[in-house]
Structure formats: structure tokens, C-alpha cells
């Protein structure tokens, strides 16, 4: 099965509060981490990445946390507006890995109500 | 400055007849990667190409699909005797990284359906 799952299937979010979404994996190897955003219709766009020698790491209004310890990684959204309405998508990736690639999980469905 | 060209954006096909889907990464970009993706579900790897070579196609039904991406021109994913079940989007990322499968940035897709 998939090494990467989330948690929750749809969040909803008022216009202006905070969003997180939650992605757990298995591989404790894995050491590349990225968060997708996809709209509909359209293809996934990069976010945010983290790798396994950090804890968190910011951009503009979005943080990415990875806890090791319990293989957990989460996207925060600062002020949630209409527009972050999409599917979030967490991969992973294990560099000693064969074939190198990223594993999608099956996203999270986040929606911002106004 | 363009991202990844994808066409056509959609394609219809009958079974058993032929799709091609193509792909022209970023500028600057030499590494091409396809991903097929079911209706709500996450993406999964299909074939990794740099020009003219195959690096990994681990991910890639072994009949039916082949891929390439020539010195000139776009990548081809091609199907073919195309069945129901190849109904899906299929997107193409490139990278400017060597190798790494980071920083992927991706196309808008093709949305396959078979009749």
C-alpha cells in the first residue's frame, strides 16, 4: 500500500482563519518531503518542500512541520482565503530509494468558505 | 517564460486505438516526468526520461505504453490499444534538478477518456 496517507479527506475553513492539513508516512527513510497544491482542472503547483534535517520551514503565508518521531508532516495556511480552495497533496521521497521518486498520498480536499 | 506544455488538454479515444499525449518541459528544463492520476486520487510515477534516454520506467505498464523524449521536440507518452481502464489524467512534470525528483513543476495534464 501507499506510504503516505492523510488524515483528513476534506477540511473545512472560514474565510480568514488558519488551515492545517495533516499527511502521515511510513518510511522513516524517506528524507525529502513536499506539499502540492492542485486545483481543478489543473496540475498540482509546488508549495512548499522540507527535508529531513529540519523541523519547519516557512514561506509566504504557508509552513511546512515534519515530526520525525512520529512521521508526521503538516501544511499551515496563515488566513485562509477563497483562492487556497484546492486539493492538497504531501509526497515523499527516499533518496536510497530504487527509482528515486516521489510517493503522492491521496490528498486532502480543503475548502474555504467566505 | 513558460511552464510545462502539455496537449492536447483533452483526448478522447475508442478502444483499441492509439493516444499520444505530449509534453514540452520548462525552458532550461532536460528532465521529463509523467504521472498518471485516477479521479481523487494522488499522482503516481510513471517514467522518468532525460533526452533521448529512459532513466526509470519502473512505474510504466510494461505492454501497451512506451515513452520517449527525442533530441528535438516534445516528450510522447503513447498508449496503445488503448482499454477503458488507461481513462485518467496524465501529467508531466520537469525538473532543472539532475536526478532528484524535487522541485517538480508540473504540466496541466491530459485528460484521457476511452469510450
Known amino acids: 500500500g501507499e506510504s503516505v496517507g492523510l488524515h483528513l479527506p476534506t477540511l473545512s475553513v472560514q474565510e480568514g482563519d488558519n488551515s492545517i492539513i495533516n499527511c502521515a508516512y511510513s518510511?522513516?527513510?524517506?528524507?525529502?518531503f513536499i506539499w502540492y497544491k492542485q486545483e481543478s482542472g489543473k496540475g498540482p503547483q509546488f508549495i512548499i518542500d522540507?527535508?529531513?534535517?529540519?523541523d519547519k520551514r516557512q514561506g509566504q503565508r504557508v509552513t511546512v512541520l515534519l515530526n520525525k518521531t512520529v512521521k508526521h508532516l503538516s501544511l499551515q495556511i496563515a488566513a485562509t482565503q477563497p483562492g487556497d480552495s484546492a486539493v492538497y497533496f504531501c509526497?515523499?521521497?527516499?533518496?536510497?530509494?530504487?527509482?528515486?521518486?516521489?510517493?503522492f498520498g491521496g490528498g486532502t480536499r480543503l475548502m474555504v468558505k467566505p | 517564460n513558460a511552464g510545462v506544455m502539455q496537449n492536447p488538454r483533452h483526448l478522447v479515444r475508442r478502444r483499441g486505438q492509439e493516444a499520444r499525449l505530449r509534453c514540452s518541459p520548462m525552458k532550461g528544463h532536460s528532465h521529463v516526468y509523467w504521472y498518471r492520476q485516477l479521479p481523487e486520487e494522488g499522482l503516481k510515477f510513471m517514467v522518468y526520461l532525460q533526452k533521448e534516454n529512459i532513466i526509470d520506467e519502473s512505474g510504466m505498464p510494461k505492454e501497451r505504453f512506451s515513452a520517449e523524449f527525442p533530441k528535438e521536440g516534445p516528450s510522447i507518452l503513447r498508449i496503445q490499444q488503448v482499454v477503458r481502464g488507461d481513462s485518467a489524467a496524465y501529467f508531466c512534470?520537469?525538473?532543472?534538478?539532475?536526478?532528484?525528483?524535487?522541485?517538480?513543476?508540473f504540466g496541466s495534464g491530459t485528460q484521457l477518456s476511452v469510450l
Open positions: 509526497a515523499e521521497k527516499w533518496s536510497g530509494g530504487a527509482g528515486n521518486m516521489l510517493t
Open positions: 518510511n522513516s527513510a524517506s528524507d525529502y
Open positions: 522540507i527535508r529531513s534535517n529540519m
Open positions: 512534470a520537469s525538473s532543472p534538478l539532475l536526478d532528484s525528483h524535487e522541485k517538480l513543476f
